[in-house]
Each structure stands twice: as C-alpha cells, then as structure tokens.
C-alpha cells in the first residue's frame, strides 16, 4: 500500500505558504491515493530537540545503550519508521536567513545514519526509490539575475544531504518566492511576481499529486 508523509517546519500556524501548499499537495494526493496511508509530523509546532552526543551514539548504533533517554529513542525510531515506511514524502521548508529552519536540520541530524547512507560506490541505499517533494517559501526570489541569485542555501544543501541518504532518485523542489511582496510596502511592485510564483506552486503540486 502506498504512503505520503507529509511534513510541515513553518514556525507560523496562520498565514504560511509552506502550509498552504503542502497542505494543497497532500489533499490532491490523498484523493488520488484513496487507500493509502497518511502521516503527518509538525516540526514548527513540535519541534524536535537538537541533538544531543548520546543520541548521535545511538543513530550510529541502536543496538545499544548509549545513555540516550527512552523518549530520545522513541523520537529517533519513530522519525526513522516514518521516512521508512514512506514511498511519497512532501517536506514544507520556509527560508529563515537564507537557509532551512534548524527544526528541519534537527529531524536530517536523526536520519543520517550508517543504515541510511548510500554506500560509496553504490546506486542506492535502505531509504531509495521514494518520491520527494520540497516545497520551499521565501520572501524575497533567489532566481538568476535577481540581486540575490546565490544566496538560495537551502536546495543545493538538501540536495546534497538527500542523496546522501538515497533520498534523492526523484526528488523534485517547489519554490513559492516573494511571500513577503504582499505584506511588505516596499516590495509592493513585485506581488504580481509572487501572486505568479504561488500559482505555479499549486500548478506544479497538482502534476505531481497523480
Ligand atoms: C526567522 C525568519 C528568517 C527569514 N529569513 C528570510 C531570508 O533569509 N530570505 C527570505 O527570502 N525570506 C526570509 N524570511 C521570510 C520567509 O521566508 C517567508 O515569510 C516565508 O513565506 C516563510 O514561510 P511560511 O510562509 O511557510 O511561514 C524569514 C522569515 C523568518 C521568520
């Protein structure tokens, strides 16, 4: 059977485009996939600690006991089942200070594990061969010939830690730019340009829900 997890990060409950737009994607997905299974984990309202040593000790090796709490086991285990059992996963990331939010890094600081790495040399590893779809929002637009074109540090990172963990076979970004041109009077010029980013956002969400 299949399965879409669906993640939020977004430190907003109202007004978030990331939620929006994941939000959107799991709806169309879900009544194109009647009988799957759904799970949804908030990382903005529930966000997960950073880690700590003996929880890293016990990503690297959870056949024993490194000190880590029975809830900092629980919260490894889970977060890995979830990816595991997983064949479509849709991760909604707003852009804090260029970057992804540390409540994303924090849930990728639990996944990189000898268990999921691919191995060098290899073409796939334990977590391969899923759907990923990162849906970004951002309130400026880091698209070429903008004036911060460079500044987008948030898919080539998670492009690179994905395919470290076989994440990346068909991982597709979805970017939502210039969310602040609607609220912020300087950028007032640029809303049709947002206005255009989120209707292509839903537009591409769409294709891919099938
Ligand atoms: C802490 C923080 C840092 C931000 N840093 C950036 C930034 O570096 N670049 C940018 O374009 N927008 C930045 N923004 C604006 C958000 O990316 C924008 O509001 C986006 O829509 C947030 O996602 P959401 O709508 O899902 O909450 C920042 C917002 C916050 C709260």
Do not use: C
Request: overall charge negative; cysteine-free.
């Amino acid at each position: 059977m299949s399965s879409l997890l669906h993640i939020d990060a977004s430190i907003r409950t109202e007004g978030s485009t990331s939620r929006q737009l994941t939000s959107y994607f799991a709806t169309q997905w879900r009544q194109n996939h009647p009988d799957a299974d759904y799970v949804y984990r908030d990382l903005g309202a529930q966000p997960i600690p950073h880690i700590t040593h003996a929880v890293r000790e016990y990503v690297l090796d959870p056949s024993r006991d490194h000190g880590q709490t029975a809830d900092e086991q629980a919260l490894v285990d889970a977060v890995t089942a979830e990816v595991r059992d997983a064949d479509t996963i849709v991760l909604g990331v707003p852009m804090y200070n260029y970057t992804i939010p540390s409540s994303i890094k924090a849930w990728i600081d639990l996944l990189v594990s000898p268990a999921h790495m691919v191995p060098p040399g290899a073409e796939s590893g334990a977590l391969s061969g899923k759907s990923v779809i990162v849906v970004t929002a951002r309130g400026g637009s880091y698209a070429p010939g903008t004036p911060r074109e460079g500044w987008d540090y948030q898919e080539a990172y998670l492009r690179a830690v994905l395919s470290s963990i076989g994440l990346a076979d068909d991982l597709t970004f979805v970017h939502a730019e210039l969310t602040l041109a609607a609220i912020v009077p300087a950028m007032a010029a640029l809303k049709p340009l947002g206005e255009k980013s989120l209707a292509t956002a839903h537009e591409t969400l769409k294709k891919l829900s099938v």
